[in-house]
């Protein structure tokens, strides 16, 4: 009876412990999940980030596309023979 007395309180010191990982231990599934939700999903944000990145490539590519045009134009201009080709 007296070893009970002794060991009531130490189980109570160490009980907090285990309430520690039994608590981790039931919510980390759920942490593993949201964090796969997270990885698996694109926030208002990232989408935005990725679209200003599209448009500015797109404009770049325009960009060329359009200068290799007008020099193109300017060519053909000289070859006709025209004095003010822009």
């Known amino acids: ?5 002794w060991a009531t309180p130490l189980l109570l010191l160490a009980l907090p412990g285990c309430v520690r ?3 981790s231990v039931v919510t980390a599934p759920v942490r593993a999940g949201s964090q796969v939700v997270d990885w698996t999903t694109t926030s208002q944000e990232e989408a935005d980030r990725n679209y200003g990145r599209k448009m500015r490539k797109q404009e770049a590519r325009e960009g ?15 070859e006709a ?3 003010n080709c822009g």
């Open 1 to 5: 009876m007296r070893r009970m007395m």
């Open 21 to 23: 990982t039994v608590a």
């Open 64 to 78: 060329k596309e359009r200068k290799k045009a007008d020099k193109e134009r300017r060519k053909q201009c000289r």
């Open 81 to 83: 023979g025209y004095d």
